[in-house]
C-alpha cells in the first residue's frame, strides 16, 4: 500500500523549524501522551515514570543482557523489558501491534520513544514537515495520527532546560591556588 503526504496534510500544521513528531498511543487501556517518534533510536523505550504511572509490575520486566547508549554515548540503566499491545488510531481506522519497550531509567520529558523496530515493522512512515505518522490498518485503510504540535514544542524546551541545569562544571586549580567555586 502506498502512503504518501500531500499539500492537504499541510492544513493543520502550524509552522515550524524543527518541532519533533509527539502523538499519543494506547496501551494497557489507557492513552499514553507524549510519545515520540524517533527514527535515530534503534529501540522502542519506555520511561520508569512511565512504566510506574501505567501501574505495571517490576515483575512483569523480563531481563536484558545488553546495552544502551544515549545520544551522547551515556550509558543507561536497562531495567529490563516488556512486550505490550500498543494501539495505534486516528478515530477511523486503527491497528494493534504487540511491542518490545527496554524500560529505562533515565530522565526524559517524553513517556516513551517510538523507534525504528516499531516503525518499520508497521510501515509507519513520519513526516516532521507534515507532523504526521501514517501507516497502514490490517484492514487496507491508512491511519494518519497528528503530532501534538504544542506538546512538542514544550516537551523539546524542557528538555534543552533540563540539558542545560544539569550541566556541571570544575576546574582543578594550579597548585597553589584557591579552589575554583563549582558551578551549575
Not at 507524549?34 to 522502542?44: C, E, I, K, M, P
Not at 491508512?142 to 550541566?167: F, G, H, P, V, W
Amino acid at each position: 500500500m502506498d502512503i504518501t503526504f500531500t499539500k492537504g496534510d499541510l492544513r493543520d500544521v502550524v509552522p515550524h523549524d524543527n518541532d519533533p513528531i509527539v502523538i499519543s498511543l494506547v496501551t494497557v487501556g489507557r492513552t499514553v501522551h507524549r510519545v515520540l517518534v524517533d527514527q535515530g533510536s534503534s529501540a522502542d523505550v519506555m520511561f520508569w515514570p512511565t512504566f510506574e504511572k501505567l501501574q505495571l509490575s517490576p515483575d512483569q520486566l523480563r531481563p536484558y543482557g545488553g546495552c544502551l547508549y544515549g545520544f551522547a554515548g551515556d550509558q543507561v540503566e536497562v531495567r529490563g523489558y516488556i512486550e505490550l499491545r500498543m494501539t495505534f488510531t486516528d478515530g477511523l481506522a486503527s491497528r494493534t501491534e504487540k511491542i518490545r519497550y527496554l524500560v529505562v531509567n533515565a530522565p526524559s520529558e517524553y513517556n516513551i520513544l517510538l523507534g525504528r523496530p516499531t516503525l518499520n515493522r508497521t510501515g509507519a512512515m513520519p513526516s516532521t514537515r507534515h507532523m504526521k505518522v501514517k501507516l497502514p490498518s490490517m484492514e487496507g485503510l491508512i491511519i494518519t495520527i497528528c503530532s501534538d504540535q504544542k506538546q512538542a514544542k514544550k516537551c523539546y524546551e524542557n528538555s534543552l532546560k533540563n540539558k542545560r541545569s544539569m550541566c556541571h562544571v570544575t576546574t582543578t586549580p594550579p597548585l597553589g591556588a584557591e579552589p575554583a567555586q563549582e558551578t551549575r
